[in-house]
């Protein structure tokens, strides 16, 4: 059984910066694709950023240049450095794996998703 937890979120400001971490396990394999996702209230979910097994990633065009996806050397654990915060960027973030997909999308998330951690910017 996948379980992925994750931390991190919070309150910030305007401009200011956190670090999303989420922590895969119960995988006999290594993830291959490994990814970002958000919904904000009334809105539906966006994905944010997404990285492969060989560490190529993707940004959603209204996080690129301020956010940093990356996955640690045992492949079990997500990061998201969030930069220049927005209060646009205010939303539930949830991590997504899959162990089988190269690539994750809006439409073709991974099979496991985490319980999701709020962050909340300010003006």
């Known amino acids: 059984q996948v379980q992925l937890v994750e931390s991190g979120g919070g309150l910030v400001q305007s401009g200011g910066s956190l670090t999303l971490s989420c922590t895969a396990s119960g995988s006999t394999f290594d993830f291959r694709a490994m990814g970002w996702y958000r919904q904000a209230p009334g809105k539906t979910r966006e994905l944010v950023a997404t990285v492969n097994f060989v560490g190529i990633t993707t940004y959603a065009d209204s996080v690129k240049g301020r956010f940093t996806i990356s996955r640690d050397g045992a492949k079990s654990t997500l990061f998201l450095q969030m930069n220049s915060l927005k209060p646009e960027d205010t939303a539930v973030y949830y991590c997504?794996?899959?162990?089988?997909?190269?690539?994750?999308?809006?439409?073709?998330?991974?099979?496991?998703w985490g319980q999701g951690t709020h962050v909340t910017v300010s003006p």
């Open positions: 997504n794996v899959d162990e089988v997909k190269d690539w994750l999308t809006a439409a073709r998330p991974g099979a496991y």
